[in-house]
T-cell receptor
Framework: AQSVTQPDIHITVSEGASLELRCNYS??????LFWYVQSPGQGLQLLLK??????LVQGIKGFEAEFKRSQSSFNLRKPSVHWSDAAEYFC???????????FGAGTRLTVKP | DAGVIQSPRHEVTEMGQEVTLRCKPI?????LFWYRQTMMRGLELLIY????????DSGMPEDRFSAKMPNASFSTLKIQPSEPRDSAVYFC????????????FGSGTRLTVV
C-alpha cells in the first residue's frame, strides 16, 4: 500500500545536540516531499520541501532534509537543537499524479535542558 | 496576506447538535482541503476542492459530514448530528495549483462533543 512512514513516535535529545528524524515513503514514483512542524495547540507550519534538483534542501529554523531515492527516504536534520524546537514533526507527500497531501503519523520531539 | 482563517477556534457542543466549521482560504489559492486530527488516527484528509468543486470526498467518515464551498473565499464543514467520537481538531488548508508549493494550514478548530 502507498504510505508515509515515520518510524519514531517520540525522540528525546539534549539541547545543542544534533537531530535526525526519519521518513520513508512507498509510492511508485518520487512524490513531492514535505516536512511540517506543529507546536502544541497550533496549526502546521511548512519547514521545507523537495520535488526536484539538489537532494539536500534547506528550510526555515535551521532545518535541512536529504532526499535519497535509493532508500525512498527524506530525513530531516538539524545540527544543534534548541529548546524551542520541541514540537511534533510531520513528513508528508503529494503524489506526482494527484494533489492531496498524505501525512506520516508524526514524531514528537522533546528537548532536554 | 492573513493566511488561512478558521472559525471558531474552539467549539463545545452537545451530542446530536449541528456543528458548522468555517474556513477562508488564501486569496488566489485554487485548492482547499479539510483535515481531521486525532491522537488515534493522526491527520486524515476528509475532502478537498478545486476551484470550488469537490474533487475527492472519500475521506468523509459518514453521511453526517458534509462540506461546501459556495465561492472561492469560503468553505464550511458541517456535522449533523454530532457525536462524541467526532471530537477532534479540524484543519483547513489551501494551496495554489502548483502541487510542489505545499499547503498553508489554518490554526484549526478544536471540536468537543459532550
Amino acid at each position: 500500500a502507498q504510505s508515509v512512514t515515520q518510524p519514531d513516535i517520540h525522540i528525546t535529545v539534549s539541547e545543542g545536540a544534533s537531530l535526525e528524524l526519519r521518513c520513508n515513503y512507498s509510492y511508485g514514483a518520487t512524490p513531492y516531499l514535505f516536512w511540517y512542524v506543529q507546536s502544541p495547540g497550533q496549526g502546521l507550519q511548512l519547514l521545507l520541501k523537495y520535488f526536484s534538483g539538489d537532494t539536500l534542501v534547506q528550510g526555515i529554523k535551521g532545518f535541512e532534509a536529504e532526499f535519497k531515492r535509493s532508500q525512498s527516504s527524506f530525513n530531516l536534520r538539524k545540527p544543534s537543537v534548541h529548546w524551542s524546537d520541541a514540537a511534533e514533526y510531520f513528513c508528508a507527500v503529494v503524489r506526482y499524479n494527484n494533489n492531496d497531501m498524505r501525512f506520516g503519523a508524526g514524531t514528537r520531539l522533546t528537548v532536554k535542558p | 496576506d492573513a493566511g488561512v482563517i478558521q472559525s471558531p477556534r474552539h467549539e463545545v457542543t452537545e451530542m446530536g447538535q449541528e456543528v458548522t466549521l468555517r474556513c477562508k482560504p488564501i486569496s488566489g489559492h485554487d485548492y482547499l482541503f479539510w483535515y481531521r486530527q486525532t491522537m488515534m488516527r493522526g491527520l486524515e484528509l476528509l475532502i478537498y476542492f478545486n476551484n470550488n468543486v469537490p474533487i475527492d470526498d472519500s475521506g468523509m467518515p459518514e453521511d453526517r459530514f458534509s462540506a461546501k464551498m459556495p465561492n472561492a473565499s469560503f468553505s464550511t464543514l458541517k456535522i449533523q448530528p454530532s457525536e462524541p467520537r467526532d471530537s477532534a481538531v479540524y484543519f483547513c488548508a489551501s494551496s495554489p495549483p502548483d502541487r510542489g508549493y505545499g499547503y498553508t494550514f489554518g490554526s484549526g478548530t478544536r471540536l468537543t462533543v459532550v
